[in-house]
């Protein structure tokens, strides 16, 4: 009788239900500004939860701190329909985004999803939102140029390959408009674009304007525009970097614009305010000065033999401030910055690169001697001029004081059409260099007349 029982036990255990797993969930107990609290949920920093509102108005949200039994979330999107005490559910496997080549000319948030209506995107992997730490050892140096098509930066501020730049420059100089030219005229296999913290009108006319058919089709652009929440536009910082760092993996030479850096801080600064964190220089916590780095030194070259990112970093000078301090601890941690002139933007004069106040740190690295020379002399003799335009504008200056300043004098025509670029021209590095090399005479003289560029 009893084996028999055991018998029938076993063979109807087939039929019973499989055992269900308690779902563990929260509740809302309080909400201020972006800052939402939930009791009883046990989730770790970097979690993502969904916050359960009234009729269809669920909010994604992901957890940026904790006091006690108490954890702080920040909302991904529109906060609508919540109430005291509403339902929070952990999400699974909500922090591995999309990557792969399925995502080359498309468009896509600060989560992976898409946003250009070219259908939903069947990604090749899911992979972390945080990248792997690279040892400082085991990486590559910046030994080999790269060509970005502005004549100024080839030939004037060569950029290496898996360098660090920053471009400084205030509101309406042509940031936008020169990493358009960078994009469509780079040799980089690939270009991943991170539009953060931007207006929602430019998101559009840069994709189409200023980037392209050309450009989009060998780019990936997430953008986050300034409407987003903070923690999106965090995210989507984040995720640009990440889906860099996937095409590096595979041996790729990517080209990284971020426009920008600043707006990063400023998501920073929102959610740490929010949270709690006092203010220190300027009204940003100190938590905002140890993320910059972080993004950062994500990129760069990876180990020998393997692929690189090239990383261009906008940075908004407010008031043309060059000492603002994200604009200072930028300066800090990049390998070089290019410094846009609101005077030359104001005079016409495109791409508005100030060269004497801009600098490439791996350039003697990446080029030969005689064109770092050269280089060089361009500075000292453009340099010069300006630092007798006054007089030489009132007429104060007599010619023949100065063989140095007549010379600049002489040359300066000819390096002022050398330094300008059209929005459609391409200047490959070899051509840049060369140009160089006829704009400014080797033996300095202020009667030999070659040709420049343009001429």
Do not use: W
Request: net charge negative.
């Amino acid at each position: 009788m009893t084996a028999s029982l055991s018998d029938r036990l076993e063979r109807l255990k087939d039929y019973l239900p499989p055992r269900i797993e308690p779902e563990l969930s929260g509740r809302l107990t309080r909400m201020v500004g972006l800052t939402l609290e939930c009791v009883g949920c046990p989730m770790v920093v970097g979690d993502r939860c969904l916050i359960q509102g009234q009729g269809a108005g669920n909010v994604e949200a992901e957890v940026v701190g904790f006091e006690d039994d108490r954890v702080y979330l920040m909302p991904l999107t529109a906060i609508e329909g919540l109430r005291p005490g509403a339902r929070v559910v952990p999400m699974s496997a909500a922090s591995r985004v999309p990557v792969g080549p399925e995502l080359l000319g498309r468009v896509v948030n600060g989560t992976g999803d898409p946003l250009d209506g070219k259908g939903p995107l069947k990604a090749q992997a899911q992979v972390s939102l945080g990248g792997d730490i690279i040892n400082p050892l085991n990486r590559a140096p910046v030994r080999q140029s790269m060509d970005v098509g502005i004549r100024a930066i080839n030939s004037l501020l060569t950029v290496g390959q898996g360098q660090r730049l920053g471009l400084f420059a205030g509101s309406g100089v042509g940031k936008s408009m020169l990493l358009g030219m960078m994009t469509r005229f780079t040799d980089a296999d690939i270009t991943v674009v991170g539009l953060i913290g931007e207006r929602g009108r430019e998101v559009k006319e840069f994709i189409e304007d200023i980037l392209g058919d050309e450009g989009l089709a060998r780019s990936v652009v997430v953008a986050s525009p300034a409407d987003d929440s903070p923690l999106m536009r965090l995210r989507a910082a984040m995720l640009t970097t990440r889906i860099a760092e996937y095409y590096r993996d595979q041996g790729k030479r990517v080209l990284l614009l971020m426009d920008s850096l600043t707006r990063y801080a400023q998501a920073q600064r929102e959610i740490a305010l929010a949270v709690g964190e006092p203010p220190a220089t300027k009204g940003y916590p100190p938590s905002v000065f140890a993320k910059l780095p972080q993004l950062v030194e994500r990129t760069g070259n990876g180990e020998p033999g393997g692929g690189s990112i090239t990383a261009f970093y906008t940075v908004l000078t407010e008031g043309d401030d060059q000492q603002d301090p994200i604009a200072d601890a930028a300066r800090a941690i990049l390998d070089g910055h290019i410094v846009l002139s609101r005077r030359l933007a104001e005079e016409g004069h495109y791409p508005a690169i100030d060269v004497e106040a801009s600098v490439s740190r791996v350039m003697p690295q990446v080029t030969e001697d005689q064109h770092f020379a050269r280089a060089q002399r361009f500075k000292q003799v453009y340099s010069r001029y300006q630092q007798a335009r006054d007089l030489i504008s009132v007429g104060a200056y007599v010619q023949g004081s100065d063989p140095e300043t007549d010379f600049a004098i002489a040359r300066i025509d000819d390096m002022r059409q050398f330094l300008r670029q059209g929005l459609k021209e391409s200047s490959a590095l070899a051509a840049s260099i060369d140009q160089l090399m006829q704009v400014l005479p080797a033996n300095g003289s202020a009667t030999s007349r070659a040709p420049g560029a343009g001429e």
